[in-house]
């Protein structure tokens, strides 16, 4: 399947330090986006990139590409409490017409105070 | 509405009983999408509607799962016969028209969380 693979499944990290969190997909893409999930709640829509970008920033977000070796990582830098929650990638399919987006487990991001 | 709204949030029903989740997209949005997600598990895919048809249900896993959406609006998901391993957060998201090769940002709800027992 096209499922998206997060790497590691958790992290547990201080206040202040840098999460580095990556996906892994199989097949070719268009675009990859990422998404947060708070305990209990839906998904977030956080940062997307385009297949032709290689690289993103959104404030402490910084989200790169890398379609030679269909991977994507997120790195959050200076992160706090508030930061704490699952986090997910997500990828359509170049070569489908359908509208399937397709999600990865997550990656469980813990950061202490 | 201002977001995507589910109903009921919590639902706790006994094995072999038929339930009903009910997903209120953002108005104007056409795409609508059901996810399951079991817990500590990634999202699911189960079906996409466009409009009120639905290009891509494969992701249904057997045929006590239904799905309908009438008036390019309301989406209404169906299990039968309820099973323990049916327990998981169901979640409905929407986006706009989807266009092959156009990225668009999925907009999700709280999700319902069915619990059989």
């Known amino acids: 399947s096209q499922q998206g693979e997060e790497d590691p499944q958790a992290l547990s990290i201080q206040e202040g330090e840098n999460a580095t969190m990556n996906c892994s997909y199989k097949?070719?893409?268009?675009?990859l986006q990422w998404y947060r999930q708070n305990s209990g709640r839906g998904l977030v829509h956080l940062i997307l990139i385009r297949s032709n970008e290689r690289e993103k920033h959104s404030g402490r977000l910084r989200v790169t590409l890398d379609t030679s070796k269909k991977s994507s990582s997120l790195l959050i830098t200076a992160s706090r409490a508030a930061d704490t929650a699952s986090y997910f990638c997500?990828?359509?399919?170049?070569?489908?017409?359908?509208?399937?987006?397709?999600f990865g487990r997550g990656t469980q991001l813990t950061v202490w105070p | 509405g201002a977001g995507v709204s589910q109903s009921p949030s919590n639902k706790v029903t006994e094995k072999g009983k038929d339930v009903e989740l009910r997903c209120d997209p953002i108005?104007?949005?056409?795409?609508l999408y059901w996810y399951r997600q079991s817990l500590g598990q990634g999202l699911e895919f189960l079906i996409y509607f466009q409009g009120n048809s639905a290009p891509d249900k494969s992701g249904l896993p057997s045929d006590r799962f239904s799905a309908e959406r009438t008036g390019g609006s309301v989406s209404t998901l169906t299990i039968q016969r309820t099973q323990q391993e049916d327990s998981a957060v169901y979640l409905c998201?929407?986006?706009?028209?989807?266009?092959?090769?156009?990225?668009?940002?999925?907009?999700f709800g709280e999700g319902s969380r069915l619990t059989v027992l």
């Open positions: 108005s104007g949005h056409t795409a």
């Open positions: 997500a990828t359509d399919d170049r070569g489908s017409t359908l509208g399937r987006l397709y």
């Open positions: 097949t070719s893409i268009n675009n």
């Open positions: 998201a929407s986006s706009s028209t989807y266009l092959m090769g156009h990225p668009r940002e999925l907009f």
